[in-house]
Each structure stands twice: as structure tokens, then as C-alpha cells.
């Protein structure tokens, strides 16, 4: 496992191949260990199967959403550690296409997209120099929206993505 990827890859027999997919099932049901620690909370998995001269070629390979290989990493301060300001922006760019995406087509998004977004959104103004001048506007901005959809006023929502859209521009026309 390299961060939050993991590549397998061998040749397995039909009876080994079975197997392989049923431990996979068991993790992305119930959570994974060794070789499927954090399957469960994958963001992209990808399984490929070739029959090669009587031999499967076995190639796994998932994201999960988190770094997996530092499980309760915390600072000097006993503080969980923070992720690096690019893994935020990262989860945050797919959480936004998602809202906006929705919202726009006249659909209230899932509550673990708007909750991660915003949770991602809170995270991200703490950080010093990446647009501090904006913060305070994109942080009333997303609690706008916090509001929005827990009314379930779709229409609101659109409005309040519109303006966490159009601060975003501000803030990425002058960092990005």
C-alpha cells in the first residue's frame, strides 16, 4: 500500500480467484485487513481478470478516500494530524461536481457529499496563504448552503452553490 493506493497483482487459479472476490465482498461490506485494509471506503476500484494460458492474471487496484497507511496519525500535541492542503482540495473537487452538478439538475445531493464537502470546506480555511482574504466570505458562503440543504429547498441550494462557485473563482483567479 503506497498512501491511499493499493495495487495487487498475480496469477491465481478459479478456486483461488473465488476466493479473492469473496474476501473482497467481506471487506467492502464490513471493512478489510492486510491486503483489503480500507477497501471499505474506497473512491475508485478497478479489478482486472485475463485468462492467460490456463492462469488468470489477477490485477486489483482501489484508492481509498483517506490515506490508510497512518491510522490515527496524530501530532506532537496528541492532535490528529493534519492532510496535506492538496489531499483537501482533491476530495473537495469531487465532492463539488457532484453538488454542483445535482443541485443544477434539480436534485438535493446525498448528505456524506454535502457533509464531506463542507467538512473539507472548514479544514480548508485553516490554512494560511492560500487565499486567506476569501476565507471569511467562502466560510458564510458554505454555511448558507449548510442551511440550504438542511431545509431540503432545492432552489435555495442552487442559489447559495451559485455563490460558493462564484467565490471560488474569486479566490482561484488570483492562487490557482
Known amino acids: 500500500m503506497m498512501g491511499n493506493e493499493t495495487k495487487i497483482s498475480r496469477y491465481v487459479d478459479q478456486a483461488e480467484l473465488a476466493t479473492f472476490l469473496r474476501d473482497l465482498a467481506d471487506a467492502v461490506e464490513s471493512g478489510g485487513k492486510d491486503e483489503f485494509a480500507c477497501v471499505d471506503e474506497f473512491s475508485k476500484l478497478k479489478i482486472s481478470i485475463k ?13 481509498s ?11 506532537g500535541s496528541g492532535e490528529p494530524a493534519k492532510p496535506k492542503y492538496k489531499q483537501i482540495k482533491k476530495r473537495m473537487r469531487s465532492s463539488f461536481k457532484m453538488l454542483v452538478k445535482l443541485i443544477h439538475e434539480g436534485e438535493a445531493p ?27 466570505s467562502y466560510s458564510q458562503a458554505c454555511e448558507a448552503f449548510k442551511d440550504a440543504f438542511e431545509s431540503g429547498d432545492v432552489d435555495r441550494m442552487h442559489e447559495t452553490i451559485d455563490v460558493i462557485v462564484h467565490e471560488k ?6 492562487y490557482d
Not at 485468462?51 to 484508492?63: C, I, R, T, V
Not at 478516500?65 to 497512518?70: F, H, N, Q, S, V
Open 110 to 136: 446525498p448528505e456524506e457529499a454535502v457533509r464531506s464537502f463542507l467538512e473539507d470546506s472548514a479544514l480548508m480555511v485553516t490554512y494560511p496563504g492560500y487565499g486567506d482574504e476569501y476565507y471569511e
Open 169 to 174: 473563482s474569486r479566490c482561484h483567479a488570483k
Open 51 to 63: 485468462n492467460e494460458f490456463g492462469q488468470l492474471a489477477l490485477k486489483a487496484k482501489f484508492k
Open 65 to 75: 478516500a483517506l490515506p490508510c497507511d497512518e491510522p490515527g496519525a496524530k501530532t
